[in-house]
């Protein structure tokens, strides 16, 4: 199956820093989305990008399908941006119902 | 309201119960997913469901049993817990078509001791 590498697996910033995290896919995709897991375990839908550039206030993010990465810029991070960010897919060719996840980056903004 | 809910939010349940976990979504999807997640990892696919007649299994099946009792609902019973089925447990849903978007509840926290 196709393989979702994150990286880093850790970042810790300070407040108002900003930040670039990495997804990197094995395979062609139809499905690339980022969540935000919280400290309360809740997964947040950030974007929903098989391909192009989003933006979203202090979040955007751009994924190069033919080169099989994604990016998740936060900019002027604040401490409730801590939390784990996964990138998540969905293949072509009747698999694109099932996502695959990463295993993250966790966040940790210090104030 | 929260679009996606499960309940309960959190369970300890001892090895060999039965227990269930349910998911009600009122976003109108037709198809809904149950995942886990460990520690340390990413979500892992345990059942879909592309509609009331149409039950799948995932990767991580074995142990694990589903009823899609109509649109808006979708429930996963452990027959009998064990403590590996410790984990937070999440449902999906989406549109289906060429949507493929996402959308998670809260999550079930559970524990089998």
């Known amino acids: 199956g196709i393989q979702v590498e994150q990286s880093p697996p850790d970042l810790i910033l300070q407040e108002g820093a900003n930040s670039t995290l990495r997804c990197n896919f094995s395979?062609?995709?139809?499905?690339l989305q980022w969540f935000h897991q919280n400290p309360w375990g809740q997964l947040i839908n950030l974007f929903y990008?098989?391909?192009g550039t989003k933006q979203n206030g202090r979040l955007s993010a751009t994924t190069v399908a033919t080169e099989r990465y994604s990016l998740l810029y936060i900019s002027s991070s604040q401490t409730t941006d801590s939390g784990v960010y996964f990138c998540?897919?969905?293949?072509?060719?009747?698999?694109?119902?099932?996502?695959?996840f990463g295993k993250g980056t966790l966040l940790t903004v210090n104030p | 309201d929260a679009d996606v809910t499960q309940t309960p939010r959190n369970r300890i349940t001892k090895t060999g119960k039965r227990i269930m976990l349910e998911c009600s979504q009122t976003?109108?999807?037709?198809?809904m997913y149950w995942y886990r997640q460990d520690p340390g990892l990413g979500l892992r696919l345990i059942y879909y469901?592309?509609?009331?007649?149409?039950?799948n299994k995932g990767e991580i099946s074995d142990g694990y049993s589903v009823s899609r009792q109509a649109q808006a609902k979708f429930s996963l019973s452990l027959e009998s817990a064990i403590p590996n089925q410790t984990a937070l447990y999440f449902c999906?849903?989406?549109?289906?078509?060429?949507?493929?978007?996402?959308?998670f509840g809260p999550g079930t926290r559970l524990t089998v001791t």
């Open positions: 999906a849903t989406s549109a289906g078509g060429t949507t493929y978007e996402q959308y």
């Open positions: 976003k109108g999807h037709d198809r």
């Open positions: 469901s592309f509609d009331v007649k149409d039950i």
């Open positions: 395979d062609s995709v139809n499905n």
């Open positions: 998540a897919v969905g293949t072509s060719g009747g698999s694109n119902y099932k996502l695959t």
């Open positions: 990008i098989p391909s």
